[in-house]
């Protein structure tokens, strides 16, 4: 059996090559309709049919994509301005004698806590944060070092040493937050998914992060679901319906999709039912 993989936040989905009629990139430009389903985002043609198209990333996660993209990126830009508010304040320390208030643990100010737990599955996201680990230390070893040397009498010295870490390390640390942040808006470029049921006409489409690779598996190699979503596992009667089984990828699972029964609620409810009597 031909599948498809796809990126859906941080989860891989696979459909079958056969219930795909086109990908093609997402531009913004469906028409909007008063729907009750959050995951509904308008209508799109398709060869001059009226094409429903879903958010697999609110289906799938509770959020979209985009809007965990754009929490990410607010989050960075807050970061960004305690480090920029942080050095002013070292600035001011040194220049004037003020007391220095500011977190001097890199692992102890807010970046620093967020930095130490986040993962990402996005390699080119993990390459920009795996630089910051060493300005980011050095712009919060300045604190001590730096005001200690002013409090022994080398004023003029740890300001010649601010000023030359403040045009490097420092400069080297705002242009990775920018380059984080635009990391994450900017390579945000989602796809629709034309699904098809008779192999000729859209049924839905359906809004994914990636076009991943394509995979010839056999039946017996997929993983059923049964157990799994019966066991510990509190799965809306809608997304169970529509998980078909798991094929082993090399590091991860990938859930089976079948599009054809996504929004059939009555009848997810009706199976659910049975299976519970």
Request: net charge negative; charged share 30%.
């Amino acid at each position: 059996m031909d599948f498809i993989n796809f990126k859906v936040g941080s989860k891989t989905i696979s459909l079958k090559i056969l219930d795909i009629l086109v990908t093609e990139r997402f531009e913004n430009d469906l028409t909007e309709l008063p729907n009750k389903n959050k995951s509904f985002i308008g209508i799109k043609d398709y060869m001059g049919t009226p094409t429903p198209v879903f958010d697999l990333g609110i289906i799938l996660n509770g959020e979209s994509t985009y809007s965990i993209n754009s929490a990410l990126a607010e989050l960075l830009q807050a970061r960004e301005k305690d480090h920029i508010e942080w050095v002013k304040a070292l600035e001011d320390t040194l220049h004037n004698g003020t007391s220095f208030e500011k977190t001097r643990d890199p692992h102890k100010c807010a970046f620093g806590q967020w930095y130490d737990k986040f993962k990402t599955d996005d390699e080119d996201l993990k390459i920009i944060l795996d630089k910051f680990a060493a300005p980011h230390t050095r712009i919060h070893e300045l604190a001590d070092e730096l005001i200690n040397m002013s409090q022994q009498g080398h004023k003029e010295q740890a300001l010649d040493i601010f000023e030359h870490e403040k045009r490097t390390t420092y400069t080297l640390l705002l242009r990775l937050f920018e380059s984080a942040k635009e990391q994450v808006i900017l390579d945000y470029k989602p796809i629709i998914i034309f699904t098809t049921t008779d192999g000729v006409h859209p049924h839905i489409g359906l809004l994914v992060d990636k076009v991943g690779q394509s995979v010839n598996v056999n039946k017996e190699d997929i993983k059923p679901l049964e157990k799994l979503t019966s066991i510990g596992f509190d799965i809306d009667p809608q997304t169970r319906n529509m998980m078909r089984g798991l094929i082993k990828m090399e590091k991860i699972h990938s859930v089976i999709i079948d599009p054809s029964v996504i929004f059939l609620e009555e009848q997810a409810d009706k199976e659910l039912e049975a299976e519970t009597i």
